[in-house]
């Protein structure tokens, strides 16, 4: 083979290994997770589902270098967690919307801009098609504590995405959604996606929005959070990622497996599920 052609594998967006995380207080401890492994490729979506306290926003944490493992070790594009933090190579909506008070909705979605030196005039740009996106073009120039809370969390997404990050870190970003709003934001999320070709880790209690957007569930037990089962969501050539998913019978099965995982029904290989 030509040297040429010999190119090294692109660095998988997230690459966990062997990570256990023990929160120790006085002679308390809780071992939040155990042993967890997963690899997410470049461009993937991958959720992350499983009950209340099973560790999800603690790995979460741990990827975007909030917090650190006990042991085992996180690689993001082949950096180390905390490098990937410093080089800011991800956008992060969480659960709170972490927003800053002082600053207009305009001025909180434009700060990864101006953190990375955008000129004024295509700050403006892309904020305004931001605001239009998450639906709030009225609202740039209010300060976040004159909106609702779903609203803030619209402002955070739209700041997560301003410069259409190769990883997106989303902690059950739609939670304080209404329906339809939620519903919407996930058609936007697919678009993007598939627009920018970023990967995403999503933290969701929310079975269909799991299976609406990803490409593998992974399936978490209850504490100490281990990796149950990762479940593959194959549509079939013919049914595509978008809107009219969620009427597709294919929709329903991968919500069935899905659940099954969760509750443990029966062994993966028979639902030709991939278990990691
Ligand atoms: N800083 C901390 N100190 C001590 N214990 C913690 C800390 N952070 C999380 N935990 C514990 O670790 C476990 C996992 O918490 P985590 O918030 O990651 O769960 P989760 O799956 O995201 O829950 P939920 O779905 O309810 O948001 C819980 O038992 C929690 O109490």
């Known amino acids: 083979m030509n040297e040429a052609t010999i190119r090294p594998p692109a660095a998988a967006a997230v690459e966990v290994t062997g990570v256990d995380r023990i929160f120790r207080s006085g002679r308390e401890e809780v071992q939040a997770l155990r042993g967890v492994s997963v690899t997410v490729a470049a461009g993937e979506f991958v959720s992350l589902i499983g009950p209340s306290g099973c560790g999800k926003s603690t790995l979460m944490r ?49 700060l990864p801009l101006l953190t990375h030196g955008a000129a004024a005039a295509k700050r403006r740009e892309r904020v305004d098609e931001l605001l239009a996106m998450v639906g709030l073009s009225d609202f740039g120039e209010h300060y976040p504590d004159q909106l609702s809370g779903g609203m803030q969390q619209r402002v955070a997404i739209a700041r997560s995405l301003a410069e259409s990050p190769k990883l997106l870190l989303m902690d059950e970003p739609f939670g304080a959604l209404d329906e ?44 100490p959070g281990e990796i149950r089962d990762v479940v593959d969501i194959t549509l079939g050539a013919a049914v595509g990622r978008g809107a009219g998913l969620r009427e597709e019978a294919v929709f329903y099965d991968a919500i069935r497996l899905v659940r099954e995982a969760l509750h443990g029904a029966e062994p993966a290989a028979v639902r030709g599920a991939e278990t990691r």
């Not at 933090?85 to 909180?108: K, T």
């Not at 339809?180 to 970023?198: D, F, K, V």
């Open 62 to 110: 741990l990827i975007a270098d909030l917090d650190a493992p006990s042991s085992g070790t996180i690689n993001v594009f082949g950096k180390t967690a905390r490098q990937a933090r410093l080089d800011q190579d991800y956008g992060i909506a969480f659960q709170q919307a972490g927003l800053l008070p002082w600053r207009s909705v305009r001025g909180n979605i434009e």
């Open 180 to 223: 339809m709003t939620r519903e919407r934001m996930q058609n936007e999320l697919i678009r993007i996606c598939a627009e920018t070709g970023c990967a995403v880790v999503f933290v969701t209690h929310s079975i269909p929005e799991a299976v609406f957007l990803s490409d593998r569930v992974v399936v978490m037990s209850p504490r």
